[in-house]
Every structure is written in structure tokens, then in C-alpha cells.
């Protein structure tokens, strides 16, 4: 099982960091990043968009850098296909291309871009709720093993030789069989989360009309950080929702332990953890924050509805 996660963490690490991603605009002459800035807050171009802006002002900074890109080749974002364009790799054909092509698509029927983003998160959860819904599951299995699991912690409380941790673990994993939990289960949704949520940012990233659109008044390319630095402090509300939905959905959404994790606090992961996205979503485009949120708010429903029906099991 260890061997295969190191496997597919590879297999991602080769898809993210050596496949093509997002290229930003530099000026030529003073070789800095081309930012755009509107009535609110700057946006960073980006050199390898796919579609051509709406916007009069972001149409003319990119027809000041022409040498770099050439805006008038390139599709209408409304007549744009994943075909469009000439070929880079396999996670722009297969992830980026279609994502974005559906996330145009959705907007222009619901005519708002970011509802668009919440509408596609919310459909790919659907599609994936079989594992989640495993997870959530485990969960609830979890807190009906955890007497047993306390009592087999007091077991070995004082031994610490090889031969009493072996038997420790022989126990704990017979414990994880008879109720039907996997450790490592709760890792897949990552492995399949992490590529949509890079597949989403470059799609972001890449799509004028997406990133130059705003929804309750946010611009959709813009970061929390840039927004908040310029005095806007409005955007601080992604930062709370973000932070607000993650804490819920992983109180209610616990993992399980493994025997070499047993003895760690799982207070101390959960904020740590917490820490991390607040970190990162200070950098995540207020567009992949509504895809978070969306996502998020999801599984904290589903939780909620397993919980619900185990408990009822139980009476």
C-alpha cells in the first residue's frame, strides 16, 4: 500500500511540476511580471491564455505585449473547444482544456462564471461521492472502535520493545478489519482531488472571462492577498469561509489512525492543517476559493447525512 501512494505522488508531482502550466507575462524591458489593474485591484497576466479577453482595458495591455502574445489568434471565449489551440501535453488535453471549456459553457447558461465554478465543483462532488461518502463512513466506524482502540492503547501503555509494538500492530490492524476500515482509504479522494483542484487553477489561470469577471463584487482572478494589500478588506470573508468550511468538514470528517500515528494529537494535525490552507488560500484566485468552498460545504453535507443515518442504525 505504501509503495503505491509513493507511486501516484510521483505520477502527480510528474503531471504538476513537469507538464506545462501557467506562463506569466514579463515585460520584455524591465523583465517583471505584467499586471493589469482595474476600479479595484491588479491582476497578473498571463502569457498563455486561451481564449481572448472581454475586457477593453485588459484587451489593450495585452495588445502591448504582441511579440509574447498575439490575442487576435486566439478563439472567442464563448466559441472556445477543448481542440482550440496546438498541443502542449496530456494535462492541458485531458484536465485543463475540459475544465475550463465546461466551466465557459455552464457560465454562459447561468450568465455568471463563478456561479459556473460553484455549479462544476458541486457536480464533480456528485461524481465522486461514492469515496467520500466511503470516508465519511469510516468515520462513523471510527468512533464505534475507539473504546476498543483505547483499550488496546492501555495494553501497551509501558512497552516499547519490538515484540509488544509488533503485537500492537497485529491488533490495531485486526481492529481496523472487523469494522471495516482502510487507513489508507481516506487518501484516494486526495489523489483525486489535488490534480482537479491544479486543473481548475490553470483553467482559472488561462480564461480571460473568467478571471476578469467578479461575483458579490470579487473579482474572480484576483488573490485574497493582492485585495486585502490594496485595502480591500472585504475579501477577508474567502479567508473565513475557507478556514470555517475546512474546520468543520475535518471535525466531522476524522481519518483514521495508523499505528505509526496513534500517539499524535489529532488537535495538533487538524490545526496544522488549518494553518497550511489559511497560508495557501491567501495565494488561491478568489475563483479556486469558490471551487474550495463549494467543494467543501459539500462533503460537509454528506458527513452530516451519514451521521445521521448511523445514528439511526444505532437506535
Known sequence: ???????????????????????????????????????????????????????????????????????????????????????????????????????????????????ALIILSIIIR????????????????MKKMQPEMDRINKKYENKNDQQSMNQKSMEMMSLYKKYNINPFSSCLFAFIQIPLLFGFLEAVNRVPVIFEENLFGLILGTTPWKAITSGHIEYVIILILIIGTTFISQK??????????????????????????????????????????ASTLFTIVQNLIVKKSAEKEVK
Not at 456528485?126 to 466506524?141: C, D, G, R, V, Y
Request: aromatic residues 10%; glycine residues 2%.
Open 126 to 141: 456528485l461524481i465522486l461521492a461514492p469515496f467520500t461518502k466511503k470516508t465519511a463512513m469510516q468515520s462513523e466506524n
Open 252 to 293: 466531522l470528517n476524522k481519518t483514521a489512525p495508523t499505528p505509526q500515528t496513534n500517539d499524535i494529537n489529532p488537535n495538533t494535525m487538524t490545526n496544522f492543517m488549518l494553518i497550511m490552507i489559511a497560508i495557501m488560500s491567501l495565494n488561491f484566485s478568489v475563483a479556486i476559493s469558490l471551487y474550495w468552498i
Open 1 to 115: 500500500m505504501k509503495k503505491n501512494i509513493k507511486k501516484i505522488f510521483l505520477f502527480l508531482f510528474l503531471i504538476l511540476f513537469v507538464t506545462g502550466c501557467t506562463q506569466t507575462l514579463k515585460d520584455p524591458k524591465t523583465k517583471k511580471v505584467v499586471t493589469y489593474e482595474d476600479d479595484k485591484v491588479k491582476i497578473t497576466l498571463n502569457q498563455n491564455i486561451l481564449c481572448k479577453p472581454n475586457n477593453e482595458g485588459l484587451t489593450k495591455k495585452y495588445n502591448e505585449y504582441k511579440k509574447q502574445i498575439n490575442i487576435n489568434k486566439l478563439p472567442e471565449c464563448s466559441n472556445f473547444t477543448p481542440s482550440d489551440g496546438n498541443y502542449n501535453n496530456l494535462w492541458e488535453t485531458l484536465v485543463v482544456k475540459p475544465l475550463a471549456w465546461l466551466t465557459i459553457k455552464i457560465g454562459n447558461l447561468v450568465h455568471s462564471y463563478g456561479i
